[in-house]
């Protein structure tokens, strides 16, 4: 590989020799990779945050060139679990091809500085939060104990004392070294009970929750207010459109701590809002899975099976209002405007897509190598229409060949999930 960049960068050096620099220039760090590393290895290798070591500075990269290159070139670094030629995605973290040769080209020749003055600063076009309405806090900090990872569900008062629109969200982690992810849930008034006495019964503050945020039906009608991992500024959500909190309902707050950079350290982790009073359209992050696997246990994955698959197609448009509590209409073309899926850690891969009656396909996310430590909610650059002859099918794969035992759906770690969510509006 190395010999045919060389052959190849020889070609463009004969083929260019009619200007008037002699040899093709090469990628410097100041030139090529500081504005690269600033937009896309930054946001989490930076002083405190959640990777294990920093990449700001020349020396930074000189001193880990050679797992910077594996890592880049697996795909490994920087995370971005959906796979490529699904769709394209707002803040999409990944690395084009262009970019990891200039990162592996670059270390190929030298990892060579350059000067200070060939660097130009890039301008970000990630998404971000616009403005903060609400905050909420942990009302005390909490020290995760369970190594390597704990997952932990903490429920949050909601003040608002009237009707309100979510129409952004971020996270900011009280200790960065250590929130791996937070995913917000809706706690409806009436399940609000149910999610009370899980806190109660754990005696620390909030209670473990492995999977989802535990409560009504295995945890699998829990809808999400909002997804945060690393390197994130929030995001709003489309234009005129929110996510309904009605006063009286709560918020579960699931915390990923991850402890194996640093443990023993207490975190007070906040979340933002976004809300209006109103919106043109009302949205819904809508789980989505085959109810059969949750209630009637059919989604058994016997012990060791490699490929254990299970798949659902279905069309939700004749019973999106029964569903959605009448968010969305029954019978309508929609939108969709993002997809998440979830398994466990027995989840190998997952996609979830658009079935349209003409027999062609929309896909919304593929999970190519599924990571459970990477989990996020994907926003679609351009939205995707939903006719109400369309179908969504649901696939995940899962590998429980070193296991002496079956799975079935719940949510412990010795349980499995196969589910998808949306972001749907009309
Ligand atoms: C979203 C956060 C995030 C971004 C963005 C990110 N990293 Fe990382 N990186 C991590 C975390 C967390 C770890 C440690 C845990 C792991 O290996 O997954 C890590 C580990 C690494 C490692 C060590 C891997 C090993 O096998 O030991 C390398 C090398 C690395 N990152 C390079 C990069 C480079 C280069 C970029 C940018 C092109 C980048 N990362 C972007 C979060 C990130």
Known sequence: MRRLAFVLSSLVAVAGCGSKSASPSTPTYWS????????????????????????????????????VRVAVAAKKMPPWPPGKGCSDYLGDRSLSDDEINTITSWIDAGAVEGNPNEYQATVSNAPRLSRIDRSLKLDNAYTPTLKPDEYRCFLMDWPETETK??????ANPGNAN?????????????????????DAADPTPGWVCFGGPGGPNGGAGARWLGAWAPGSLGTDYPANTGLKVVPGSKVVMQIHYNLSKLDGVPDQTSVDFKLDPTVQKEGIIQPWTNPEWVQQKTMTIPAGTADQMFEWTFNPSPYFGYITDNVIPTGEAVTMWSANLHMHTRGVSARIEIQHADGTRDCMLDIPKWDFHWQGSYSFQTPKPYAPTDKIHLQCHFDNSDSTIARN???GTDDEMCLGGFYVTK
């Not at 290895?41 to 000189?62: G, Q, R, V």
């Not at 250590?178 to 006495?197: K, R």
């Open 178 to 198: 250590i929130v791996h992810h937070v995913i917000a849930f809706l706690a409806q008034p009436a399940d609000v009970a149910a999610y009370e006495q899980l």
């Open 165 to 170: 629109y979510i129409s952004g969200f971020r």
């Open 409 to 411: 759906w719940g949510e």
């Open 32 to 67: 090529a990779i500081k504005p690269l590393a600033d937009q896309k290895c930054a946001p989490c290798h930076s002083e405190n945050n959640i990777a294990p070591f920093t990449l700001s500075s020349f020396a930074d990269f000189k001193d880990h060139t050679d797992k």
